[in-house]
Nanobody
Framework: QVQLVESGGGLVQPGGSLRLSCAAS????????MGWYRQAPGKQRELVAK???????NYADSVKGRFTISRDNAKNTVYLQMNSLKPEDTAVYYC??????????????WGQGTQVTVSS
């Protein structure tokens, strides 16, 4: 199992920005897809954005044009730049990494979650 460490959440006013980071804690043979999900109180966890190894990205309609996902393959780290934040972006944000280990087995790993609160 890959250990993921998230950082960057917090409280921000509407219209503000935050940058989330998620780093894998050990060597991985191959990281395939890296993504961010979120879960608001009383709601199901939903995909926010993901990026595959080739660099292609996919975003939820609600965040297109405001959020940007990127990855640093040398550091096994994925970022989520969130701009023009809205109160409805308030949620716990989870990092997800799909990887392959040196034995060829696939893994889907989750971070511990980081709280993002958008409020005036």
């Amino acid at each position: 199992q890959v250990q993921l460490v998230e950082s960057g959440g917090g409280l921000v006013q509407p219209g503000g920005s935050l940058r989330l980071s998620c780093a894998a804690s050990r060597s991985i043979f191959r990281i395939n897809t890296m993504g961010w999900y979120r879960q608001a109180p009383g709601k199901q966890r939903e995909l926010v954005a993901k990026i595959v190894s080739g660099g292609s990205t996919n975003y939820a309609d609600s965040v297109k044009g405001r959020f940007t996902i990127s990855r640093d393959n040398a550091k096994n780290t994925v970022y989520l730049q969130m701009n023009s934040l809205k109160p409805e972006d308030t949620a716990v944000y989870y990092c997800n990494v799909e990887s392959t280990d040196y034995s060829g087995y696939s893994h889907s790993s989750w971070g511990q979650g980081t709280q993002v609160t958008v409020s005036s």
